[in-house]
């Protein structure tokens, strides 16, 4: 047996001190979600779960109102941003692959002139149009409504990129022979290119479905009713300027609720979710 | 650039085409050149009319000394969140790819805070580092040191730039992997056969060879910092205290939405504009090179 040196035990120290730098701020929030808003207002938050737990859970999951205020209910916090992130997932995903399939698979005039058109959109992020985009969702009556939250969002350049490489990759004598076998594009698209996307499908959702959950500025402009409220952008509010006697139990516990299904995504679609990821940028 | 086999069809691309391009064309195009007309006119104070002012409303920001100190908030944050981001994530990379026990779990454990939102970053950060709440907030101040971000303006900066460096890293981490993972281990094994050790190795070969992969990163990062961090922000200090966290896209929001100046934010929105395409146009530039050389 060889001895352990000390310094074949620096990687490890290394990274388990990462680790814990990125678990630790998870862990206090876990533990704060089980004890009294009193325990954690005094900053005397202990290391070890307390009893509260269930009750502070129940409370911000129905609304009740807290000590301090009256909150949106976590349930209907959570049902918005799910809405919100699968139209957004669902539809650009569906968007991209019919427009990707029109590029890739069609000749027809201004082929390249729309491809521009959508290529562009990469270069335009919501951020930096926020106002006007705004105004047209505000024209178009869609303020407070699903419709406005994830239209504006779903029409995407690097999903129609991604899918239109890979049907790039697609051998022209698959083509051929659904052709011979009197396949028309409808058909062609439904049976053979669907089921081949199908991995690129599930890598995509992953990150999409994450991608929308996610969103702040974007649903702080377009929502302004509590029963609109998205969970990320509920969570700021509720903790307004920080001060110390907030309610501190039911701000924990609408965190772990916040971060517990993009997490879920992640650690169970780990393999799909990188792959997506590191074949969608590049 | 297109399969050589096609089908033939008058009107079915373009209708697979409409949904996207419609989308397209209402929520990204009309409301990009609404910016970038609402930034040569200046609107009177009941929106009636609108006169053409060229730039009036880009050397109106470009003057604004509080402009100028956003600017320099922003470049500092950016440069702070990419430099940190990169640098954390390159050294664990590196260390969970070399052969050592767990490496998988490590990954596991290093690539879960992807999911989180950057405002959501900052909530846990609030619950640290809060001065009356937080175990470390509370404890620097017990030692003595006269901690709160809420009213000194370096401390806050401090704050948001650890923040939204902490949420990167893992996005970071997941490039690097994925780059280290392509470098051919015989080659690593010829160096070590020829005597380099570990860190001369990482330098001059590893390093070297991940210069795509870093490159990469460097660009989405900074695109990171410029926007997606207005959540970290709005959540963690609100710009504040005085300006000393505001970056550019926090600014536009303020100007646009708080103070409801159009035109100066639609200036704003148009200078964003350009070093979007700027970055975006370097990154591309980039990636056809290495295309044409691998």
């Known amino acids: ?282 | 650039m297109q399969r050589r086999v096609t089908f033939d069809n008058r009107l079915l691309p373009y209708l697979l085409l409409a949904p996207q391009v419609a989308v397209t064309l209402v929520f990204f195009i009309w409301p990009a050149a609404n910016a970038i007309w609402q930034s040569v006119h200046l609107q009177d104070a009941f929106g009636l009319r609108s006169e053409f002012v060229w730039f009036e409303n880009f050397t109106h920001v470009l003057g604004d000394p509080n402009y100028l100190d956003t600017l320099k908030v922003t470049v500092v944050f950016s440069i702070a969140v990419t430099v940190l981001a990169m640098g954390v994530a390159l050294l664990l990379a590196v260390l969970a790819d070399s052969k050592i026990k767990g490496a998988r779990a490590y990954k596991t454990l290093l690539i879960w805070p992807y999911a989180l939102a950057p405002a959501v970053a900052a909530v846990l950060w609030i619950f640290i580092f809060n001065p009356d709440i937080g175990s470390f907030g509370k404890g620097l101040r017990a030692l003595g040191y006269d901690w709160d971000y809420r009213l000194n303006g370096g401390q806050a900066l401090v704050m948001v730039i650890l923040a939204a460096s902490w949420k990167q890293v893992s996005y970071n981490f997941i490039f690097f992997l994925a780059g280290l993972q392509a470098i051919p281990r015989s080659v690593m094994e010829a160096a070590g056969i020829d005597g380099a050790g570990p860190v001369r190795r990482f330098w001059t070969i590893t390093f070297p060879l991940l210069s795509p992969t870093t490159f990469f990163l460097l660009v989405v990062d900074v695109v990171y910092a410029f926007f997606e961090t207005f959540g970290t922000i709005h959540a963690l200090t609100q710009g504040g205290p005085g300006k000393a966290t505001e970056t550019l896209i926090f600014r536009v929001y303020q100007d646009g939405v708080v103070n409801n100046d159009l035109g100066g934010s639609s200036a704003q929105s148009v200078i964003l504009m350009v070093i979007v395409i700027a970055l975006t146009a370097v990154q591309f530039r980039f990636v056809e090179r290495k295309v044409h050389y691998s």
């Open chain 1, 1 to 282: 047996m060889k001895q352990t040196r000390f310094i074949d035990l620096v990687p490890h120290i290394v990274l388990i001190v990462g680790v814990l730098i990125f678990a630790y701020p998870i862990y206090v929030t876990l533990i704060g979600s089980t004890w009294d808003s009193a325990t954690i207002g005094r900053g005397g938050l202990p290391l070890w779960p307390g009893g509260q737990g269930a009750a502070n859970y129940a409370q911000a999951w129905a609304g009740e109102a807290g000590e301090r205020a009256i909150y949106t209910p976590v349930r209907t916090m959570m049902l918005n941003s799910l809405v919100m992130a699968l139209s957004i997932a669902v539809g650009k995903i569906a968007i991209s692959i019919l427009s990707a399939y029109a590029v890739a698979f069609f000749r027809f005039p201004l082929r390249m002139a729309f491809f521009w058109l959508i290529f562009i959109t990469l270069m335009l992020p919501v951020e930096v149009r926020i106002i006007p985009t705004y105004k047209v969702v505000a024209d178009l009556g869609l303020i407070n409504t699903y419709a406005g939250l994830a239209i504006p969002l779903i029409a995407s350049a690097t999903a129609t990129l991604l899918f239109r490489q890979f049907f790039l990759t697609i051998p022209d004598e698959l083509l051929e022979a659904a052709k011979i076998d009197g396949a028309g594009p409808v058909r062609f698209f439904i049976d053979v290119l669907l089921p081949l996307s199908r991995t690129n499908i599930a890598a995509l959702f992953v990150i999409l479905f994450i991608y929308g959950w996610n969103q702040y500025l974007w649903p702080l402009l377009v929502t302004s009713s509590g029963d609109m409220e998205t969970i990320v952008t509920g969570i700021t509010k509720m903790i307004g300027t920080g001060e110390s006697a907030n309610d501190w139990h039911l701000i924990m516990a609408t965190t772990v609720l916040a971060m517990l299904p993009p997490v879920a995504v992640v650690v169970l679609m780990q393999r799909w979710f990188v792959k997506g990821l590191v074949d969608s940028e590049k």
